[in-house]
């Protein structure tokens, strides 16, 4: 599977999992109701989709010019990290003014989706790759015969 129903699949997995584990993990660290919780999860979930679809096409125009083909445990976590990264300049202040708390107690609350998207961005891409083979992008380049 290559190109835009790659895309499709790899966000709709990776979302609907994401939603239901934040809204949780948001909900217990918050103190505020799974409502309330679910609708900060929605609206980031929202948020890292458009951030999805542009990092992962910037991720994989670069890996396109790297002699190095596939994608090993440093580019894996170049990828998760660089995600990451992304998305905390943005959902901290969205959960700053949702929850009603500062940047720094919302950086907090963040801390452990920080911690649990990593591991989780990594394991599943990991496991998407296994399982649905890996992007043009990564794969090994045919040899001249």
Do not use: C
């Not at 090993?72 to 969205?94: I, K, Q, S, Y």
Request: no cysteine.
């Amino acid at each position: 599977m290559q190109g835009l129903q790659r895309k499709i699949v790899y966000i709709t997995l990776y979302e609907l999992i994401a939603i239901a584990s934040s809204s949780v993990g948001l909900a217990l660290l918050s103190g505020q109701g799974a409502g309330h919780a679910s609708v900060a999860a929605v609206a980031a979930s929202a948020i890292a989709v458009v951030w999805n679809l542009v990092f992962n096409t910037l991720f994989e125009r670069w890996e396109a010019r790297q002699a190095t083909r596939g994608r090993g445990f440093w580019r894996r976590v170049a990828h998760a990290v660089g995600f990451e990264g992304g998305l905390v300049l943005t959902l901290v202040p969205l959960f700053a003014w949702w929850f009603g708390i500062t940047l720094w107690q919302a950086f907090l609350l963040e801390a452990w989706l920080i911690v649990f998207f990593l591991i989780y961005t990594f394991v599943f891409n990991l496991a998407f790759d296994k399982v649905f083979g890996l992007p043009l992008s990564a794969q090994p380049a045919p040899q001249a015969g």
